[in-house]
């Protein structure tokens, strides 16, 4: 498949008119998919988690789902953030949930470029509330997908890399 144009992307909010649209989408990750065709909306309904879809032309093509969250600083951790004058216990954040591509647009830039549009967002709204940082819990093998936006380490178990994202590098 050649190259997509990445300004013919747009952005919607998942709601009843476009969920049969999410029908087909094809992220080869079975949580991923069942999530955004079963329990997205509902999410969403009960103000848990809201999601967004990515179209090219009329292809859904990606997603992402999030909420906001918190970073607890713990045991040793509350030392380093000392030593960067953060000293509350928590830090407010906005976690992203959920974030799939399509396996049919893989390697196009579209996950950049919804990774982007939420780093974008949350600068946006953090001169409106306080949040200073984006998390995610990715699995393993996108770690480095994710610190290619300096996205850290915070924790990490055998099946999932907590990270967070110091909304401050883009100021
Ligand atoms: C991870 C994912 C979102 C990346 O989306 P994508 O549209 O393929 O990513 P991009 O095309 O924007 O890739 C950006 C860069 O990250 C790299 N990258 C993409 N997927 C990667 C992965 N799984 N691991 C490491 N690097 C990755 C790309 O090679 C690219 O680098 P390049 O510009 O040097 O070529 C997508 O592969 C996906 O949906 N995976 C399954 C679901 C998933 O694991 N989601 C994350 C849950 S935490």
Request: charged residues 30%; proline residues 1%; aromatic residues 14%.
């Amino acid at each position: 498949m050649s190259k997509i144009d990445l300004t013919k992307l747009h952005i919607e909010k998942l709601s009843d008119d476009n969920l049969s649209l999410t029908e087909d989408f094809d992220c080869r990750d079975l949580d991923l998919n069942e999530f955004l065709k079963e329990d997205a909306l509902d999410h969403q309904k009960e103000h848990i988690a809201v999601t967004y879809l990515c179209f090219y032309e009329e292809n859904l093509v990606g997603y992402f789902t999030w909420l906001t969250d918190a970073i607890e600083i713990r045991g040793r951790d509350k030392r380093v953030f000392r030593k960067i004058g953060m000293t509350y216990r928590t830090y407010p954040a906005i976690k992203i949930g959920r974030l799939a591509i399509d396996k049919r647009y893989r390697k196009q830039g579209i996950g950049s470029y919804l990774l982007k549009t939420v780093i974008s967002n949350v600068l946006k709204y953090s001169e409106d509330i306080g949040c200073r940082y984006i998390t995610v819990d990715a699995y393993p093998m996108v770690k480095d997908f994710y610190g290619r936006m300096n996205f850290k380490i915070y924790s990490q178990r055998k099946n999932v890399v907590f990270m967070y994202l110091d909304i401050e590098e883009y100021l």
